[in-house]
């Protein structure tokens, strides 16, 4: 069976955060390599992090974004960007 992996975005005080690829269907222990891009006047200074709903179905690097398959079912990934505000 696959895992499909749902991908949402989340974007605090930044223009925009794009995800790719934006749906995954995984074989038990694949992985995928999420990327990212972030626009906007402090896109430079963004920090990204990766979240799961169901770590018992996929796992994700919080920093990285590799998703690793773990059972069967349907997992939430959720990429959030930061931004340090000057000030």
Known sequence: QAVTITVSERTPGLVSLNVQPAQVNLVLGGTQDLTTAVQ?????????????????VASVN????????????TAVITVTAQSVESG
């Open 40 to 56: 906007g006047p402090r896109a430079s200074a963004a920090t990204i992090s990766f979240g799961t709903s169901a770590p018992n």
């Open 62 to 73: 919080a920093t990285t974004g590799r998703i690793t398959a773990v059972s069967a079912g």
